[in-house]
């Protein structure tokens, strides 16, 4: 069965600072999928990974991907307000198939 | 980008009523769909998994004649929760995907109350 284990799950910073999300999973897979959900909302697609070493960033998120280590990682460089949100990764075995989600860190971003 | 709607955003209903939540594909066709539950502060479970013009898959748990779903065509499938109760109260969001070569695209997710 495969497991999504995600750390930290709460997570408070300052403004500016920086910080990584971890993100490990049980069982070989190539694609990774990071998601942001705000409170009452649905999830927004951030990145997806789809082979080891990956490398992705969009603004002030930068994800990577290590699937002999079956771990990826979020970073978050200068924090912003706006960043607040619940982050989740999530694994396929085989692409299209199901997803299985880890359970999520909530951010919150300090001023 | 690929669009999945789902309607309703948000139901009350009462404790012994049926609820049936639509989920679309709008510009492509999802050969696979998928339903997942999410209660506060918690992650998205999987609740089944459903193609075109078959019987869903349920996850361990899931009651099959409680939870019924429907994918008759490529552009749609809905979730019924028969005869609810307040504790399936809960936030149901759908999932869909035309296949391997693609990801998933997520609805907007409903907001399920039972009174």
């Known amino acids: 069965e495969l497991k999504v284990e995600q750390n930290p799950l709460f997570l408070s910073m300052q403004e500016g600072k920086n910080y990584t999300i971890y993100c490990n999973y049980s069982t070989t897979s190539d694609r990774l999928y990071w998601y942001r959900q705000d409170p009452g909302k649905s999830l927004e697609s951030l990145f997806v990974l789809l082979s080891n070493g990956a490398v992705k960033q969009e603004g002030r998120l930068m994800a990577s991907l290590d699937t002999k280590a079956r771990l990826s990682t979020l970073h978050i460089t200068a924090a912003v307000h706006d960043l607040s949100a619940t982050y989740f990764c999530?694994?396929?075995?085989?692409?299209?198939?199901?997803?299985?989600f880890g359970e999520g860190t909530q951010l919150t971003v300090n001023p | 980008g690929a669009v999945v709607s789902q309607h309703p955003s948000w139901v009350i209903c009462k404790s012994g009523t049926s609820v049936k939540i639509e989920c679309r594909s709008l510009?492509?066709?999802?050969?696979?769909m998928f339903w997942y539950r999410q209660f506060p502060k918690q992650s998205l479970m999987l609740m089944a998994t459903s193609n075109e013009g078959s019987k869903a898959t349920y996850e361990q748990g899931v009651e099959k004649d409680k939870f019924l779903i429907n994918h008759a065509s490529l552009t749609l499938s809905t979730l019924t929760v028969t005869s609810a109760h307040p504790e399936d109260s809960s936030f149901y969001i759908c999932?869909?995907?035309?296949?391997?070569?693609?990801?998933?695209?997520f609805g907007s997710g409903t907001r399920l109350t039972v009174v």
């Open positions: 510009d492509f066709q999802a050969t696979t």
């Open positions: 999932s869909a995907t035309s296949g391997p070569r693609y990801g998933y695209t």
């Open positions: 999530a694994v396929d075995i085989t692409s299209g198939s199901r997803l299985t």
